[in-house]
């Protein structure tokens, strides 16, 4: 039978294996990280997984994201995840959603789900993971790489350390590279992913330590690993905390507006305008609460921002806002609204 | 580097001045900018604190004042009031992004 050698072991047993197809596991990110995770919770009986993914199968991707073929190239990595695993356990559940985690469909997804696999490739998700998983009290394996070397921990694990304990502020984080960028040995997130799919069956079984408030580091060159640990700081666990709950009860109106709306929305008060084309660009849009900040100053700008504050945003045509709501609502922020086809659009209305 | 230790080691027991030496490991990014995985450094004070050791730092390479990154102390987190005393290891973290 599938499961008779990992049963036979007495720290799992009939009642793990129970627990382990009892279990409802999210992985955010297909890719090579998320492919071995897949593979080991897929072949472990892991009994519900969702898969969340908008990317599509790249050929550079196949030297280290074993679950894919060629002849997936150009397919939704969720989707065809869904199946390679299905294929390999049929008696497991699988969801794909082929879509990138974001503000708007997080609450959605995570819905009924008890772990978070973090596999993504970017830090703002990061920071949107930890809180999501803060707010809901359900532990996030979190997994990373950079060319030859690993980090592995896990975040809100009965109500311990969070990402932002470790990592506190977001400032700069444009600086740190991804694969695409710096390259990676195609083994490594294997060796990562498979570190994760480790934490995630021992926190399922409640057997072994986990790595929570302990940041593991792999260097594969000279096999080196390392345990650093790290405490809980009751603010940053907090912070996420809030804005994971603020998200997660937000009815989210993060929307395109018509120029009705838009001026409308403008006469609120506590709302921040921004203006992100570039400052001489005109006609120039007059309001006492209006900032001028180009799309390239706005990483910058949203640092000083809360990321509660309601923040309307326009350019010319509305392609450049919508951009900059894209990335405002990745670095976490709530109400963030757009003038959907951007100050031409107003003409009529402003004198 | 390692023999200029070495030599310190020895003239520290018989030295009246106070001195420290400490290991700095660098991770991701900071090991391509530093281009080091370690490296010694020899300060003539009995202690230093993390921020100013940080200061020392970003002086000296380029570029790290650009990143973000947490610093641990003997393995674990510090915050930039941490006392670094002789022989510690201090280990300079930037988070990663790839997955």
Known sequence: ?351 | MGQSITKYKYTRRISKFNQMTITLKYFGLLADITQLKEEQFTFDEDTISVSALKSKIENNYNNIQNITYTISVNQVISSLQTTIKDQDIVAFLPPFAGG
């Open chain 1, 1 to 351: 039978m599938r499961y008779s050698r990992q049963i036979i072991l007495p720290e799992i047993g009939e009642m793990g294996q129970q627990k382990l197809q009892d279990a409802r596991v999210l992985v955010i990110g297909a890719g090579g990280l998320g492919c071995p995770v897949l593979q080991n919770l897929a072949a472990a009986g892991v009994g519900t997984i969702g898969i969340v993914d908008g990317d599509v199968v790249d050929e550079t991707n196949l030297h280290r994201q074993l679950l894919y073929t060629l002849k997936d190239c150009g397919k939704s990595k969720a989707g065809i995840a869904k199946r390679a695993i299905l294929e390999l356990n049929p008696e497991i559940n699988v969801t794909a959603f082929s879509e990138f985690f974001n503000g708007d469909n997080a609450a959605k997804i995570v819905q009924g789900y008890q772990i978070i696999v973090d596999c993504t490739d970017a830090i703002p998700v990061r920071y949107l993971i930890n809180d999501v998983s803060a707010a809901k009290r359900i532990p996030m394996v979190y997994a990373s790489i950079h060319k030859f070397e690993g980090q592995v921990s896990v975040f809100n694990y009965k109500n311990g350390p969070s990402y932002r304990c470790l990592f506190p502020e977001q400032e700069g984080l444009n600086a740190v590279p991804s694969c695409a960028e710096s390259g990676v040995l195609g083994v490594l997130p294997n060796t990562l992913g498979t570190f994760q799919a480790t934490e995630v069956l021992k926190i399922i079984l409640g057997i072994g330590e986990i790595l929570s408030g302990k940041l593991l580091i792999y260097g594969a060159l000279h096999f080196q690993t390392q345990i650093i640990s790290f405490v809980k700081n009751p603010k940053a666990v907090e912070k996420g905390f809030i804005n994971g709950t603020l998200l997660l009860n937000s009815k989210r109106t993060n929307e395109d507006l018509t120029p009705e709306a838009f001026l409308e929305k403008c006469k609120q008060s506590g709302i921040v305008i921004i203006d992100v084309r570039e400052l001489e660009e005109t006609p120039e849009f007059k309001r006492n609460n209006v900032v001028r900040i180009p799309l390239s100053g706005l990483e910058d700008y949203g640092k000083k921002l809360d990321k509660n504050q309601e923040i309307v945003l326009f350019c010319q045509t509305g392609k450049r806002s919508q951009i900059a709501l894209n990335y405002l609502i990745k670095s976490g922020f709530v109400g963030v609204f757009n003038l959907a086809k951007g100050i031409e659009s107003l003409k009529n209305q402003i004198q």
